[in-house]
């Protein structure tokens, strides 16, 4: 009998207490808050700590101006820890109960796609800033009416890439390439991608051999003998932030950079400061600089950031920066917050920006951004550290894109 | 899969000696960062879990002392010490008090420190990812010994390895205290009835098996990446090289490291895709022929 | 006067499923909704793991995989084919049953330590087959694109509300059938090979034979779990299926109570709930997850439902 008056004491007792306060939260009356989720933990926080970082920037200057629509804003941060049953959590959490009107979602590709279906539900504008996953805005299937996004995309940074580099590859005589990414789902489709392009700008391309070590792996050891012993002229690889540089290191005790050319999208700030002796001479796209574009309010930024935060700027950086300032511009435009009514704005729109190709971005019908600017050049050991930056010809990214969306079926 | 590569690769002198040896670099680099859980386990027959945070720290430690004194052999020195401390005060204030107890709850406690020190890691270094890059001794070209490329650093660490796995081996079996702290795990009230003080023993132990953790992420340290959540990947590798070697034996861990190591070495090449996959089939293949592991006593 | 426990574990479930669902009658909270949708997935995880631990002494590190192959064939069917929601989900757990008993059928065999790492070792080969197979599952990125026609007996599951009620009685019928599979003379059978299992082979139990069905029910019942996540995320996350997921698991169960058969569950829910309100103000969720474990570990020593127990023994039972 006392077994019955325990076990239901505590389900109505536990019923009770759960529905005290934490969950419920009542928003300060005028404030207009802004819900971002990232990664704030683990050996890839960086992507959400420099997020973070920029969006505090944006909240300054916005407020200094007046907020929007009259209403300071003011964000709500939180860490999904890299588990999209989290990010999907987190989202419905910030609308629902914490009174977020606009989201910034600053999830990785997995997170983002989660987000996405909750997006879809509830009908909020949403800005995804860092999934580069070109599916996210491409597939209709996938697509969202009140969800767009500010970041690079894998497929321009293939086109982009491998125009430069058949480019190099003719001057320099490199026919034979290796191939050394991430083995996961980015990994393998951008590095598909890049492959598709460069054999078309360059037919005679060869491909000797592909190294595909696995994500956060610690030793590449058995992958660089591999990779030495295919004797390719030049690598490509797509390892980024900690990866690249143990694989710099690593690489480095094999002489691997003095056996062939290597080029890279990710040589970004963050491996600058960790790598001392980074080879000179590789082939690196510019996910952030602050000599490219050239220009005054560029360096602003890249100083500004430097000065609060006692790091450089990284792309995820630019691209939640450039997310505020198209949410600003829709705002004003829409003189509301509704999702379809944001939404109705942002589409089509172009803004002035430091981040763009000719100081303009434009977010595109199909709710991606372009001409965002996309530059290669070659490392330095020292500043800035990026050399002889060519820009990317938008024309015949957008060109070479619209046929990849018709191989996929999305259009 | 790669098949034809992989024949190719298999019928070439070349590429047998050269992947081989980087096998073998794997495997004693493999075998350097598991033989603290190997000896912790062997010993007390208790399962670290909370071996990566020593590996970890070890690195971040050594990280720093190179940034304050310059001298790489210090920052070794520096991150074995204080991983053997922090492994005094992780068996005294912790593990102590559930030894007893189902393995489960040794399993909360271990867990429980890797939570705390992910963040406190963070905390006081930072998110961002380090690197301490090559000591200057050490930034010399490869040597070509017998048609395979040997970096001299890795031939340091290979010889520190096999040093380790000597001392172990023969401590363990032949010396005196290696005696005593066997049969203690064994049986530590009799051991205690014989004079022993057994508290010290098992603090020693634990000392030594989270120095060894130490030791070896400080000297991965100059290849690898430091970040918060780094000991994750270390510790996956670090039991399945125990378990398929057999739980507590410094041979068999020896053995089974070095057998991963081929396995990535020639699976890169034949799946390049799949190489974990591959260790995972060979791990429940050897534990279904021999459950006990492959130098492990059968219970 | 002779007891029925079964009557009365039945009334006590339909009194608590009553309140459940009355709660967003009385009062709308998305975000206790939201828990409880989720706790309803991992309290049938819990549960069946302690199926496994707690009743038959068998260690599983890989029961996530389980969970993980329950939410990834129900989306799948879901998402591939034309089948109802409910046929969908009773295929799910059917396979996740036929991957249980065959995996069971390779491990059941081995002592607890070696037990423990081979049931690891194939949640990780799970896992990176996950992850690899990209055609099929989506690799890391999981399954996009949503579940459609997530409707079943006039209920539209998209509602959050209707997912809610989905949820609880789902998860309060699936308790109950892990309570009565406990209480039966099997779950007895399943404790005696816990407590000596030599002795238990003399009475003349075939021990492996025991252990297999356990594991296999044990898998089952995860996968309905996963089948719930599944809803909730309305796709599928190689995450599901990873082992720190099983930690969870593992953490749930030692966290309320080994020795309880609500002890996972309300080990879930504190692991929930702590996770939900502790993200909520500081990003060091694991600085205080990990002091919270370790007040439980070194101060109750047990479970909150077993340190109940110890702290008030029922009368003269």
């Not at chain 1, 051999?209 to 003998?225: C, M, N, R, S, Y």
């Not at chain 1, 939404?343 to 303009?360: C, E, R, S, W, Y």
Request: glycine share 10%; aromatic share 10%; charged share 15%.
């Amino acid at each position: 009998m006392s077994e019955l008056i325990t076990r239901r004491t505590m389900l109505t007792g536990g019923a009770a207490s759960l529905l005290a306060a934490p969950w419920v939260a009542r928003a300060q009356a005028n404030t207009l808050r802004i819900g971002m989720q990232s990664i704030l933990s683990g050996p890839i926080a960086l992507l959400g700590t420099s997020s973070r970082n920029a969006l505090l920037m944006e909240q300054d200057r916005i407020n200094a101006a007046g907020g929007f629509l009259g209403r300071p804003i003011e964000f709500v941060f939180r860490d999904s820890k890299g588990q999209p049953q989290e990010a999907a959590r987190l989202t419905r959490e910030l609308v629902n109960s914490t009174g977020c009107e606009l989201l910034i979602d600053a999830e990785a590709s997995s997170g983002a796609f989660a987000v996405q279906e909750v997006v879809r539900d509830l009908g909020v504008a949403c800005i995804h800033t860092n999934s580069e996953t070109s599916s996210l805005t491409a597939d209709p299937k996938i697509r969202v009416p009140t969800a767009f996004r500010v970041a690079r995309q894998g497929v321009h940074d293939a086109v982009a890439g491998s125009m430069y580099l058949s480019g190099y590859a003719d001057a320099k005589k490199l026919n034979k390439w290796a191939t050394c990414s991430p083995d996961y789902a980015y990994g393998r489709d951008t590095t598909a991608q890049y492959l598709q392009f460069f054999k078309q700008f360059k037919p005679d391309l060869e491909i000797t051999t592909e190294a595909w070590p696995k994500l956060g792996q610690p030793d590449f050891t058995e992958v660089i003998t591999k990779l030495i012993q295919a004797k390719p002229q030049a690598l490509f690889t797509l390892l980024y932030a900690g990866d690249l540089s143990a694989f710099v290191n690593q690489g480095n005790i094999y002489a691997l950079f003095s056996q062939m050319a290597v080029a890279t999208p990710n040589v970004d700030y963050p491996v600058l400061a960790a790598i001392k002796t980074l080879p000179p001479g590789i082939q690196s796209a510019t996910r952030y600089l602050e000599t490219f574009p050239d220009t005054p309010a560029n360096r602003e930024f890249g100083q500004a950031y430097l000065k609060r935060w006692n790091e450089r700027p990284t792309n995820w950086a630019w691209q939640n920066t450039v997310a505020m300032q198209f949410y600003e511009a829709a705002i004003k435009k829409a003189n509301s917050l509704d999702g379809k009514a944001v939404a109705a704005a942002l589409t089509g729109m172009k803004i002035n920006t430091p981040f763009g190709v000719d100081g303009t971005i434009t977010m595109r019908d199909d709710h991606t951004i372009i001409n965002y600017a996309i530059g290669w050049g070659q490392t330095t050991p020292k500043e800035p550290f990026i050399i002889d930056v060519k820009a990317a010809d938008w024309g015949k990214i957008i060109e070479l894109e619209t046929e990849w969306k018709k191989q996929q079926k999305y259009i | 899969m790669d098949l034809d590569a992989l024949g190719a690769c298999l019928t070439t002198p070349a590429c047998v000696v050269t992947q081989t040896t980087s096998g073998l670099i794997v495997g004693m680099l493999l075998f350097l960062v598991a033989a603290g859980v190997t000896l912790i386990f062997g010993v007390l027959k208790i399962v670290n879990f909370a071996h990566g945070t020593f590996y970890m720290l070890g690195g971040y430690v050594a990280y720093t002392a190179l940034g304050a004194t310059d001298s790489y052999a210090l920052a070794v020195l520096a991150a074995t010490l204080a991983m053997a401390l922090f492994g005094i005060l992780f068996e005294r204030a912790l593990i102590s008090r559930v030894y007893g107890s189902n393995v489960l709850m040794q399993l909360l406690v271990c867990y429980a420190v890797v939570l705390i020190f992910d963040d406190v890691v963070k905390i006081v270094w930072g998110p961002e990812f380090h690197a301490m890059g090559m000591p200057p001794a050490f930034q010399v070209p490869p040597l070509f010994i017998a048609g395979g490329v040997v970096p001299p650093f890795y031939a340091v660490l290979i010889g520190v390895a096999a040093l380790i796995a000597l001392v172990l081996g023969v401590g363990l079996s032949m010396t005196r205290l290696g005696k005593t702290v066997r049969a203690a795990a064994i049986n530590s009230q009799m051991v205690s009835a014989l004079g022993v003080n057994t508290t010290l023993l098992f603090a020693i132990v634990f000392a030594i098996g989270g120095g060894l953790a130490g030791l070896a992420g400080a000297l991965a340290a100059p290849v690898r990446s430091l970040s918060p959540g780094m000991g994750f990947s270390v510790l996956i590798e670090s039991f399945i090289v125990t378990v398929i070697g057999g739980m507590g034996s410094i041979a068999g861990a020896l053995v089974a490291a070095l057998v991963i190591g081929m396995v990535r070495g020639f699976g890169t090449i034949g799946f390049p895709q799949f190489t974990d996959g591959l260790i995972y089939i060979v791990m429940i293949a050897i534990l279904l022929l021999r459950p006990q592991g492959l130098f492990g006593r059968s219970s | 006067m002779k007891r029925h426990p079964a009557l009365r574990e039945a009334a006590i479930a339909a009194v608590a499923l009553i309140v459940v669902l009355m709660i967003p009658l009385l009062h709308r909270s998305p975000a206790f909704e939201d828990f409880v949708i989720r706790l309803s997935a991992m309290a049938l995880f819990a549960t069946s793991l302690n199926l496994l631990v707690g009743n038959t002494g068998m260690v599983s590190f890989g029961h996530g995989m389980f969970y993980g192959l329950g939410a990834y064939a129900f989306a799948l069917t879901m998402q591939m084919t034309e089948l109802s929601l409910p046929v969908a989900a009773v295929l799910a757990i059917a396979i996740t049953a036929f991957a249980a008993l065959c995996v069971g059928a390779i491990c059941v065999r081995l002592g607890t330590d070696y037990f423990a790492f081979i049931t690891l070792a194939f949640q990780m080969l799970f896992y990176s087959l996950i992850i690899s197979w990209q055609s099929l599952t989506g690799g890391d990125q999981g399954l996009r694109g949503g579940l459609p026609r997530r409707e079943i007996f006039g209920f539209e599951l998209s509602s959050q509300l209707h997912l809610y009620w989905f949820c609880a009685v789902v998860a309060v019928l699936g308790l109950l059938a892990l309570r009565h599979i406990s209480a039966s003379p099997f779950g007895q059978t399943l404790r005696m090979i816990r407590d000596n299992e030599n002795r238990t082979g003399f009475l003349g139990v075939v021990l492996w034979r025991a252990r297999l069905w356990a594991f296999t029910i044990a898998g089952a019942f995860a996968g309905l779990g996963g089948v719930l996540a599944a809803l909730f995320v309305s796709g599928a996350y190689p995450e599901l299926a990873d082992w720190p997921n099983s930690g969870q698991a593992i953490f749930a169960v030692m966290l309320g109570g080994i020795n309880s058969f609500l002890g996972p569950v309300l080990g879930a829910a504190i692991l929930l709930a702590l996770n939900d309100v502790v993200t909520r103000f500081t990003e060091y969720y694991g600085l205080v997850l990990g002091l919270v474990i370790l007040a439980f570990a070194l101060g109750l020593r047990r479970g909150v439902l077993d340190f109940l127990k110890f702290a008030w023994p029922r009368g003269t039972k």
